[in-house]
């Protein structure tokens, strides 16, 4: 195994939802910034976890999530010959905010030219091992195969979505004593939707769930859904994986499994139980099944429902975080609840510093938040906001000598407008 030595500014921690993001607004501040992903390329759950469904950038009234984002988004759109749909002209009768579409491939492989030509120095296939305080800089030990690799840096943002970092350095973190459902993505193609008939494939569903066949689970959406919009979707973003916890590797294998089971068994019903499904295919497998919650990090301060509901105006804002709460159960299956139109909550800044540290901070789904609330928080668009946040902070940070956590709030909504995101 190769030792190698490499200094940077700042180190992102996993270059998922929001740390992709984060990378390429701290290189483009002008900070040395290099990535550590262990998976194959950016993006994460929008990527290759399969969620190909960002939202939201837009709220009725207006834009809420753009900058580094949008531009990503809209940079994919061209290149795949598709307009960049004009928001104002949806109606949202069935839901306050608007979902957007991204081209796997495309989008994955615009991030990182963006990410390369910003001088981002990527690394993939790596993982953190440990990480140790040296006076006022990190040193990180990251391990792929054959290489050893040990970053000097001034400043990490944790984009593990797990806390990894923040658990090696023994910072507080909490979970929830019931967590929401994980999920596989996968896709099946090929069905006859002319041939589905409403009461009766829902019929075919329920015998099949009573005699054992299927399992709670294999269809999230049960309690608020019928089996026809299953079918609709091809299954996609349609499975729950109880108890998922992919915060180690053996978790993480336990909830591929699940899921290639739980896909496998829905397939096989659809193919030869539902009429005009008979030539249908799965088209799209995730590689690996997904947690929508595992570690929080403890922050100075912890976002709760009534933050979110209620849209509360922290005095230290950084990122708009406009979503419904859409909270996922082993009991119930799943339960949204929309904030209204008109309300925009914001994450502040001291949910994004792990208490009682300095040169650290976190973004995505390692964000303070209690359970209700992080179930809104949680949404694409609000990670990559939080990224963006958070990659401006650690530029400044190191720009001016000082720790993230003591760049105030408003400098870094002002660097991150620069660089197109809104005005808070």
């Known amino acids: 195994m190769r030792t190698l030595a490499e200094s940077v500014d700042v180190v992102i921690v996993g270059g998922g939802t929001a740390g992709h993001i984060a990378a390429i607004q701290a290189a483009r501040a002008g900070a040395t910034t290099s990535v550590l992903e262990a998976g194959s390329m950016l993006g994460g759950t929008m990527t290759v976890g399969g969620v190909w469904m ?10 809420v ?3 580094i984002p949008w531009e990503l988004y809209v940079k994919s759109k061209e290149t795949e010959g598709l307009p960049v749909p004009d928001y104002r002209q949806r109606r949202p009768v069935e839901t306050p905010g608007y979902y957007s579409y991204i081209n796997v491939p495309v ?3 615009i991030a990182e030219a963006e990410a390369v030509q910003a001088g981002v120095i ?9 990480v140790v305080a040296v006076g006022d800089t990190w040193e990180i030990t990251s391990l792929g195969r054959g290489i050893r690799r040990i970053t000097t840096c001034r400043e990490i943002v ?6 990894d970092v923040v658990r090696m350095l023994g910072l507080a ?7 929401q459902p994980g999920t596989l993505q996968y896709q099946i193609k090929g069905i006859e939707h002319e041939q589905l008939w409403k009461t009766e494939v829902q019929a075919l569903y329920d015998e099949a769930l009573a005699a054992g066949r299927l399992q709670k689970g294999d269809w999230a959406y049960a309690n608020m859904e ?9 299954g996609h973003n349609a499975t729950h994986l109880y108890d998922a916890d992919t915060s180690d590797a053996d978790g993480q294998t336990r909830a591929n499994i699940e899921g290639r089971e739980r896909m496998l068994r829905m397939f096989r019903f659809v193919r030869e139980c539902i009429p005009g499904a008979e030539r249908a295919y799965l088209a799209f497998m995730a590689p690996h099944g997904l947690a929508r919650e595992t570690y ?10 009534d933050d979110f509901v209620k849209a509360t105006d922290f005095p230290d804002k950084v990122a708009n975080a406009f979503n419904y709460i859409d909270l996922h159960s082993q009991e119930v299956g799943c339960e949204i609840s929309f904030v209204e139109a008109d309300r925009v909550p914001t994450v502040p800044f001291r949910a994004l510093i792990p208490k009682g540290s300095r040169r650290i901070t976190v973004a995505g789904r390692n964000v303070s938040a209690n359970r209700i609330a992080f179930a809104g928080i949680r949404a694409q668009c609000t990670c990559m906001a939080m990224g963006q946040a958070m990659g401006a902070a650690a530029a400044l940070a190191v720009k001016r000598g000082v720790a993230s956590r003591d760049v105030p709030a408003a400098d870094i909504v002002a660097l991150t407008v620069e660089h197109g995101a809104v005005p808070l």
């Open 54 to 63: 960002p939202n939201h950038y837009f709220t009725p009234n207006g834009p």
């Open 65 to 67: 999530v753009q900058g």
């Open 107 to 109: 989008y994955a492989s």
């Open 122 to 130: 990527l690394h993939y296939h790596e993982f953190v091992a440990e």
């Open 158 to 163: 944790d984009c593990s979505g797990d806390s």
């Open 173 to 179: 973190v909490t979970r929830s004593s019931v967590s």
């Open 226 to 234: 019928p089996f026809l919009y299953y079918l609709q979707h091809g």
């Open 296 to 305: 929080h990090t403890v922050g100075e301060v912890t976002v709760v429902k």
